[in-house]
Every structure is written in C-alpha cells, then in structure tokens.
C-alpha cells in the first residue's frame, strides 16, 4: 500500500505526539501516581504505534510497542514508577524522535534498532513479572466496576458497554414497533489491519444493506477517525437473522471476527448478568485482541480473575474517548493548512492593500471627491483592513508548539550538571506570527541553557549565599502593544561587569581607557558579539562563545531586538522584543528634506510642535522638556543625510519616538497622515543601514523607506 | 565560476551591448531578467555612493547600481536613454544596474574573444573577463560576478 501521502500528517502527528509524551513523563515524574497521566501516556503511545505500524515503520513500531507495554503494566498498576525507569522512557523518547527526524528527512527510518533501549525496556517488564502476580490480580476486580459500569449492564458481549442516548434510544424504540430485531454486534478487526476506518467503513456499509446502525462504541464518529483499538461495538436494527448479519461482516477482508447477540440494552435497564454468558463471551475477544499479553499466561485457576482485571483497561480505552464527545466539535472545526499557502495568502493581502493606497492616491489627485467615491474607498480601506487582521490572525500560533519542550530540556541540563533547578513558564498561549515562532526556538533555546549553565550557581554555593538550593529560571511571555516581549529571566549569580571588562581588554575589543569609560550596558552588550565567552569552563551545553551572538543576529533578522538586565548576585534577565507581525503595519508617513519616510505607528507616543526657542542643551546634545520629561532630540535630516527644507524659524514638527521606557524625539520637516503600508525586504546590499528596516510601496508607486525608531533610541 | 569563459571553440555566447561614456560594454544576456527605463530611485542613506537607491519594480524593491561609480568613473547624467538593467544571477540577490544606453544585442564566439591579462587596478579592466570583436567596435565584457561579489 502506498502511504507516502500520508506522510506529512505523520510527521506532524508524531511530533504531537512525542511532545505530549514528554511533557506527560515530565509529570509523570512529579507525580508518578497520576492515574491521568498514565493514561494520558498509554493512549499517545499506543496511537504512536499505530501510526508507525501503518506507515510500515517497523523499527519504530517496535519500540513504542515495548514502551507502550511498559505503560500498560504501570496503568495496571504491577509496576511502580521510579527515577531509573523515567530516564530510560526518555532515551526512548529520545530514539523515537531520532526515527522521526530520519523519517522526515530521508522518508525511511534509517536502520537504529535501538537495541540497549528495548532491553532496558523489557528489563523493566521483567522485573516487574518476578513480582507474585496474585497481588494486581486480587485488586484489579475492585477496580473494574468502577471503570467500567457499562459492562456490567446485562447482555452478553462487549456491545453491551454501549450507552444509548436519547435520540438513539428512540430509534431504537421505532425499530422494536416496526417489529425490527434488534442486535448487538461486536466487530474484531485483525491486529495486522492497517486501514482500520476503512474496514470499519465497509463493515458500516455490509451492514446496512441489511438494516441500519443505531448506535455504536465508541461514536461512529471516533471509529472513522480510527479512534479504536482492535474492536468496535454496534447496535443495529434489522429484519435479517443475526447469521446473515455476523457473515456479511465476516465477509470484510481483515476482519478476524464478528460475535452477536439479541441486544438487552433496549428493553430493560441493566438487569443482572448472566455469569456464564458473559464469561463465554468475553473469553474470546480477550485471547484475540492481547494474545501476548502477559497476564493470559498464569495458571488456569487466576485465569478468570486475571481476564477480569483486564477487562478494566480494555474498557476503560473506548470510554475515554466518548468522554472527549464533548470537545469534539472544536476540534473538527479546524483545518491543517500549509504554512506556503497561507504565505500566498498574505502575499496577495499586501497587493490588495498596495493597490488600495494607489486607488486612494489617484483619486485624491483626481479630485473626484463627490459622487460618493470618497465613502467607497473608505468602505475599501476597513474591508481590506479587516482582511489583514482575519489572515494575520490565521497566521497567529501560540509559542506553546516551542516552549513546551524546554521543561524537558531544563530537567535533562539539571541532571547532568548536578545542579537543582526548576523552570517556571507563564503566557505560553501568547501569540505569534507562524514564521516568528518557527524561528524562535533556537534562540530561547540558547538564553536558557546560557542560563542554566552559567546563570544559576552550584547548590552549595547558592547555600552559601543564602538563597535556595534549587535555582529557579523563567520564562515569561506578553503582549506589550504591537510587540511581544519574551523575558528569560534567573536568579543566578548575574553578569560579573568588571570581567567582562576585563576580557574585553584582554582580547583587545577596547582598550583600558575604552573600557573604563564605557558604562555598564555597553559593557554588557559585548556578551552579544561574536565569539566573545566569558565561561570560565567551556562545557557541552554552552560556553563556546556561540550563542548570544547567535541569539541576537536571530532576534534582529525577525526585526526584534534583544536587551539584557544584570545585578551581580541576583540574577539576570534577558528580554526579547518581538514584532506581532513582520509584514503589513500602521505608519506615519512623514516628509524629511523633500523624501517621504514611514515611522511605524507602534514605536511613536506623540507628536509635538515645538519651538526652536525650547531646545536645550545638555552635554552638548539637543534636548526639550517636555511636560517635565527631558527628551533627546534627534534631527532626522542629518540622520538620513539629506537637508532639510523647512523654515528653520518656525515651529518644529517633533514625532516622540518610545522604546521601552526610553523616550526621543524626531524632528521631521512635515508630517503626511497614518496609512497602513507594507514591508517590503531592501536585501542584503541595503541593511547595512540600522535604523531603516526596509522600505514600502506607496500609492503611486514610489518606494519609501520605513525608520525603524527603536534603532535610533 | 559562473560565468568563467569556456574553453569549447565554436561556443556562441549572446551578450548585451552597454554605453557607459564612449565605452562599450557586454553583459551576457543569461543573467539578465528585463531592462527597464530610468524611473524614480529612492536614495537609501548611509550606503556606498556607487548604490543610487532603490526601485519598485513590480511591487519588489530593488537595488539601484551605478556602473560608472562602481567602476571609479564620473557620475551619472541621466538622459532618455539611460536604462536599468535587472541582473539575476544565482549567486546573489537580484539587482537593478545603471547604464547610459543599450545599444543592441551581439552574438559572440569564442575565437571572437579574446581573454587579455588585465590590470585589475585600473577602472575599465577591474571587472572585465575578455575583450570583444564585433564589426568594427571592441566590447569589454563585463563579469557580472565579479561586479556584484564585493557589494
């Protein structure tokens, strides 16, 4: 079978998947008792194999096999998490990632049994089998009602676990008055199977030509979607005898079995069980559906009470997912796009949006103000303005997809430095634009290992200093405006300055006089240049001199910008801003000796006329007091090489630029008015120039550059 | 290198025939994407002075370069007929160069070539890769390469 276009969907699950997997055996380690948790784990585990098995990955089918039996004896209870049993389920966590990337990029799994896992795996399983097997047994029974009351509710096979609601209740009273028999059927689907849905879908369509399905478990919904196991349950209504019935089924090539009985469920509610009924019935879905589970092999004597307790997983599987009924609909709702067509999306967005600012342009120079033009092109501007937003918005992810995986990497650092530390995330749900995220990883990948490595001190010595053995780190993430800001924050040593200082004099960066008259944020600031570590050790984690300098050229080419707070003793905080989103913005167009420029609206506070009479000097720099605020002035025409045209007498246009808590102001020759433009890239030959960060298309066609006012500040 | 001259004989090379002054120069005519008449050019600050800005062509915004600076000669005079001509090549981003005219298109063969040592300190011979004889005028050809690597 060809299975290559299901790939993709593949590669994304598993990855849902693994992720999940390793947040919940981070848990999982917390709380090794979480019944939750455990299941949580068993099901993506056991959907991973499913996956892998039908993509005819085998390699890594068979060690989620040996990962999801492991699960299934925790579950059961007849093993106990510990520290040792953890580390093992990452490694495999680990080489079940590994194939998936082999997967990814070569389509085949590569040729890693990842033998040492497997056994320390089955090492595991088989501690646990030396442990006397009467104990899980003897519980399991307590257990099983309580988990699945359904089947206990008289008839006599699975099917019997079916609730019926309301509607499917009456239906099933309409069949009984239309003198219709009314069956409970349990489907077995070969354990080989690999298209399940579409086995189950023929059987759904050989039973129809019979009669009609009215109910089913799990939902019929759950069943296309391949949400069973092995087994599926249905109730159905029909004038033919059950043999037509069980053999049509029969007849669906990859079915193993097909039992029935006359459906109880109808008539009275949950009349006593019949013991041997129900033993005789459940005797064969068991040996079928688990023939290696271990269980199945005890003495004949436990063999009923050990079938009994299995029964509790085996339900308690199907039940889940009817749980989820509710929150099905949403997640139904939603639709996988590829990240190229939704680029194409915004890239015709843009066009729109530049032929709407010329529309504008030409009508204004038209003058054709009347005949209700005017309200039109209003009427334009807020749909395409609305249309903007609505694909931004679809473009929007949280950075949960990245900084899910940190705790896990925080805990593995923690392990293999000795050193005790805890990592605390909020705003995980913030949003970003798609390809911001995508590029946002490695970066905070860095600035946490940056400071779990060097930030946080050794246990003793942060005992020494009176703060807590265990280092904390954090990550917090926000909506400041148009801007996201993603703080990294610890409470480690800090940055030592004055060695820093040192350093940079030692690799000749500045020299002493340089140095000493530098304050502390320059200083702090060289940690970003290339190849300039200040690590005593250089270790496997960081230290090598790459990274922040990575961080920050990462940072600035998604137009961020990356800022570092220090105080020896107490910690360090790095805080990343990031733009919402990289393509269209809201700008003031001004006009600065004759050329028009764009300020993005989202770095400008106010705008202010100022008289030439109100500038101040202060150290030989141009400032003006502004409602008790001092505010540097920054004569654009000079900035941008160019001169200015107005009356140098009159009243000055200033446009008071913000960055942070950091205020300028720009003194421009006139201002245009807002409009909404988009950012075009000027390429490599033209960013050499740091504070203009790309340009835009007006109206008539003419490219204006766009002042990137956090540079100037 | 890309565009390095072949060694194959009867190989026919088509070039772009450029005025800069009373020169002429060639431009093979695979790296270019389109010639376009001269239009308004923003000037971008604190860039090389060869750089004379950036265009929209087609909703993209391009680099402006001047040939004449970048070669170390006058500046340029912009009359009808000068032109921009959109340089494509693998190896770097798209570009848009400045010239005086163009004049036509020439086929060129290889025994049509001749491959001189040039000094590659002076302004013509800096980004030259050969000389051709067409009709009755010499064409230095240009290598665009070489041109564009330093920027």
């Known amino acids: 079978m060809d299975v290559s276009q299901y790939l993709d969907i593949f590669l994304d699950e598993s990855k849902e998947h693994l992720q999940n997997l390793n947040t919940s055996v981070l848990n999982l380690e917390q709380d090794p008792e979480n019944p939750e948790t455990i299941s949580e784990i068993f099901r993506a585990a056991h959907t991973l194999k499913g996956m892998a098995g039908t993509m005819g990955y085998k390699r890594m089918q068979t060690l989620t096999h040996d990962m999801e039996n492991v699960f299934s004896e925790v579950r059961e209870g007849n093993l106990k998490v510990n520290a040792a049993m953890v580390d093992v389920l990452f490694r495999c966590l680990d080489a079940i990632e590994e194939y998936v990337t082999t997967i990814q990029e070569t389509a085949d799994e590569g040729d890693n049994d990842n033998e040492p896992i497997i056994k320390e795996l089955n090492a595991i399983l088989e501690n646990k089998g030396a442990e006397p097997e009467s104990a899980p047994a003897a519980e399991a029974p307590a257990a099983a009602p309580e988990a699945a009351p359904a089947a206990d509710g008289g008839g006599s096979g699975a099917w019997d676990a079916i609730e019926l609601n309301e509607e499917e209740q009456k239906a099933l009273e309409d069949a009984m008055t239309a003198n219709k028999k009314i069956y409970g059927v349990t489907v077995y689907v070969q354990e080989s199977c690999l298209l399940k849905a579409a086995r189950a879908f023929l059987v759904f369509k050989a039973i129809e030509e019979h009669g009609e399905i009215v109910a089913a478990n799990p939902s019929t919904q759950d069943i296309e979607d391949e949400k069973f196991e092995l087994e599926f349950s249905l109730v159905i209504a029909t004038e033919a005898p059950l043999d037509t019935i069980l053999s049509a089924i029969k007849s669906v090539s990859e079915i193993a079995d097909a039992k029935g009985a006359p459906f109880a469920g109808a008539a009275a509610p949950a009349p006593e069980p019949v013991p041997e009924k129900k033993e005789k019935a459940k005797k064969a879905p068991k040996a079928e559906a688990k023939p290696a589970e271990t269980t199945t092999a005890v003495a004949p004597v436990k063999n009923e009470v050990a079938k009994k307790a299995e029964k509790k997983p085996e339900k308690a599987a199907p039940a889940k997912p009817d749980a989820k009924k509710g929150t099905k609909p949403a997640v139904n709702r939603t639709v996988r796009v590829d990240i190229e067509k939704l680029d194409s999306l915004m890239n015709l967005v843009s066009e729109l949006i530049i032929a709407k600012n010329s529309l504008v342009s030409t009508a204004t120079s038209a003058g054709a103000s009347g005949n209700g033009l005017n309200e039109q092109i209003e009427y334009l501007e807020s749909v395409t303005t609305n249309l903007h937003e609505s694909v931004m918005k679809v473009r929007m992810v949280p950075i949960e997809s990245v900084v899910s995986k940190f705790p896990r990497m925080i805990r593995d650092i923690s392990k293999q430095l000795n050193k005790p530390m805890e990592l605390y995330m909020s705003g995980e749900e913030t949003e970003l634009d798609r390809t911001v995220v995508d590029e946002i990883g490695d970066p905070l990948m860095h600035m946490l290992r940056n400071s779990a490595d060097h930030g946080l001190e050794m246990p003793e010595e942060r005992i020494a200093k009176g703060k807590p053995e265990c280092g904390s780190i954090f990550l917090d993430a926000y909506q400041d405006g148009n801007n996201v800001v993603i703080e990294v924050r610890d409470d480690g040593n800090g940055i030592d300055v004055e060695r820093v200082r040192q350093k940079a004099i030692e690799r000749g960066v500045m020299t002493e006089e340089q140095a000493y008259a530098a304050d502390d944020s320059d200083i702090i600031n060289l940690l970003f240049m290339p190849s300039f570590s200040t690590a005593k050790q250089v270790s496997d984690l960081s230290g090598r001199g790459v990274g922040l300098d990575v961080v920050k050229s990462k940072i600035e080419a998604l137009s961020g910008e990356v800022d570092v707070k220090t105080k020896l003793g107490e910690g360090t905080t790095f805080t990343i801003r990031l733009p919402l989103t990289l393509a269209i913005i809201q700008a003031l167009m001004v006009v600065v000796g004759g050329e028009k420029y764009a300020i993005a609206l989202s770095g400008i506070q106010t705008i202010e006329n100022v008289s030439p009479k109100d500038i101040k000097t202060v150290e030989s720099k141009e400032v003006i007091n502004l409602r008790g605020t001092v505010i540097p002035l920054l004569r654009m025409d000079n900035i941008l090489e160019t001169e200015s045209k107005r009356n140098p007498g009159a009243d000055m246009v200033v446009v008071i630029a913000k960055k942070g808590d950091k205020l300028a102001g720009l003194i421009v020759d006139e201002l245009i008015g807002q409009q909404e433009i988009v950012i075009k890239s000027m390429g490599k030959y033209m960013n050499k120039c740091k504070f203009i960060s790309g340009a835009t298309i007006l109206g008539d066609g003419e490219v204006a550059l766009i002042i990137d006012s956090n540079a100037l500040i | ?151």
Do not use: C, W
Not at chain 2, 18 to 43: H, L
Not at chain 2, 90 to 115: F, P, Q, Y
Not at chain 2, 130 to 143: A, F, Q, R, Y
């Open chain 2, 1 to 151: 290198m890309a565009n390095e001259l072949s060694t194959n004989v009867n190989e026919i090379v088509q070039y772009i025939v450029i005025r800069i002054g009373d020169e002429q120069y060639g431009i093979d005519i695979k790296y270019i994407d389109n010639i376009v008449r001269m239009q308004q050019i923003t000037r971008v600050p604190q860039v090389p002075d060869y750089f004379k800005g950036v265009i929209n062509l087609r909703g993209e915004v391009l680099p402006v370069l001047s040939l004449r600076l970048k070669m170390g000669l006058q500046k340029d005079e912009i009359t009808k007929d000068t032109r921009i001509i959109i340089i494509k090549m693998e190896a770097h981003e798209a570009i848009g160069v400045l010239v005086d005219s163009v004049k036509e298109v020439v086929n060129l063969s290889t025994a049509e070539i001749e491959r001189v040592g040039f000094d590659r300190g002076e302004d013509r011979g800096a980004y030259a890769m050969g000389i051709g004889k067409h009709e009755d005028g010499l064409i230095t050809l240009l290598d665009m390469d070489l041109v564009l690597q330093g920027l």
